[in-house]
T-cell receptor, first 114, second 115 residues
Framework: KQEVTQIPAALSVPEGENLVLNCSFTDSAIYNLQWFRQDPGKGLTSLLLIQSSQREQTSGRLNASLDKSSGRSTLYIAASQPGDSATYLCAVRRSATNAGKSTFGDGTTLTVKP | NAGVTQTPKFRVLKTGQSMTLLCAQDMNHEYMYWYRQDPGMGLRLIHYSVGEGTTAKGEVPDGYNVSRLKKQNFLLGLESAAPSQTSVYFC??????????????FGPGTRLLVL
């Protein structure tokens, strides 16, 4: 059974700092990995999706990398801003059939202080 | 587009009561999902649907039933609520691109407290 772990559970940084969030998974036979953002009391918003054949994806100040062999993904946030404060979750999907069969991590709650 | 909406936003139930959570999407997505989110356990899939009139069990289906009578709506029912069903419930919908890529769009969640 796939297990997804995100460490640390919480992170606090000053504004402007570059930071890395970690996601590890136990089964390297994945189809893709997705990073989400969740604001308090809100649903999840997709940030980046990396297919198993890819090594990284970029969107603005965000860069996600994937190393299947070691079962790890990182989300790099450049020049952090208070508006980046949220919980970041990663989700690993095993097969091409049905996104709902994804395994989610518990998330890392990020606080960016002005 | 309103995206994915959920009704109600918050509800308190007594043990044994029943209720239905409504999810609606206006993006013409084929796939819809119900998750529950609990501290330390991530999001877990309860039930899902790959099209109108179809439903399937997810990881934690016990104590829940679902229906997809219309493409845009996915209902989650609790027939006899238990305190263990206290959680935040999220609905999501998605469509699949030709290459198999699929992104889920989530609703804002329903907070349920069972006393």
């Amino acid at each position: 059974k796939q297990e997804v772990t995100q460490i640390p559970a919480a992170l606090s940084v000053p504004e402007g700092e570059n930071l890395v969030l970690n996601c590890s998974f136990t089964d390297s036979a994945i189809y893709n990995l997705q990073w989400f953002r969740q604001d308090p009391g809100k649903g999840l918003t997709s940030l980046l999706l990396i297919q198993s054949s890819q090594r990284e994806q970029t969107s603005g100040r965000l860069n996600a990398s994937l190393d299947k062999s070691s079962g790890r993904s990182t989300l790099y946030i450049a020049a952090s801003q208070p508006g980046d404060s949220a919980t970041y979750l990663c989700a690993v999907r095993r097969s091409a059939t049905n996104a709902g069969k994804s395994t989610f991590g518990d998330g890392t709650t990020l606080t960016v202080k002005p | 587009n309103a995206g994915v909406t959920q009704t109600p936003k918050f509800r308190v139930l007594k043990t044994g009561q029943s209720m239905t959570l409504l999810c609606a999407q206006d993006m013409n997505h084929e796939y819809m999902y119900w998750y529950r989110q609990d501290p330390g356990m991530g999001l877990r899939l309860i039930h899902y649907s790959v099209g109108e009139g179809t439903t399937a069990k997810g990881e934690v289906p016990d104590g829940y039933n679902v229906s997809r009578l219309k493409k845009q709506n996915f209902l989650l029912g609790l027939e006899s609520a238990a305190p263990s069903q206290t959680s935040v419930y999220f609905c999501a919908s998605s469509f699949r691109l030709a290459g198999g890529q699929e992104t889920q769009y989530f609703g804002p969640g329903t907070r349920l407290l069972v006393l």
